[in-house]
């Protein structure tokens, strides 16, 4: 059976959309994912409690953007009731500049995902690493470079492999 993968992501800014698909183009290459794409507004909280693996994504706007955050905050109390416990997840963020937050908008999803029980998933080691904003997720820094959709597919395969094994008898 397929691991159900949702990214939901902020689109304020074309980078992260990039950086998103490139995330579930990853993902669906390894043949064990579906993926589902959705922009914060369209997101429900039934396609949340029916992902197998959820990645996260905002453009650093000093943080995580008010209309992801009010989104999660509207989610319920999903770390008191257990429903995303134990499900693999990852996070994925654009800025303007290397040193303009773009961590603590990482560490603000990635709080986010932990106080669900989630199981978080980082970027796979590569000689990327050396020159990228992060290694805690996917980023681009100013416009989207092949190398920085690379690094998002790579995520989104790591989470799909992830979600994957977890899912294992």
Known sequence: MPVN????????GPAIEALA???????TATGVAEVVLRR???ATLE???????LMLGSPNWSGVTGSLKL?????????EDGSLAGKAAAALTT?????????????QLIHWLLACGMI???????????TSASYYGATAIGGVTPEDLEQAEALGA???MVAAKLQAP
């Open 95 to 107: 800025g303007w500049g290397r040193h303009s937050g773009i961590e603590m908008t990482l560490l």
């Open 47 to 53: 396609d949340l409690l029916a992902a197998d693996a």
């Open 71 to 79: 989104w999660l905050d509207e989610t319920g109390d999903l770390w």
């Open 40 to 42: 914060v507004q369209e």
């Open 158 to 160: 790591r989470l799909a």
């Open 5 to 12: 993968m949702l990214i939901v992501y902020d689109p304020k």
């Open 21 to 27: 698909a490139a995330a579930g183009k990853g993902a």
């Open 120 to 130: 978080v998933v980082g970027l796979p080691w590569s000689d990327r690493m050396r």
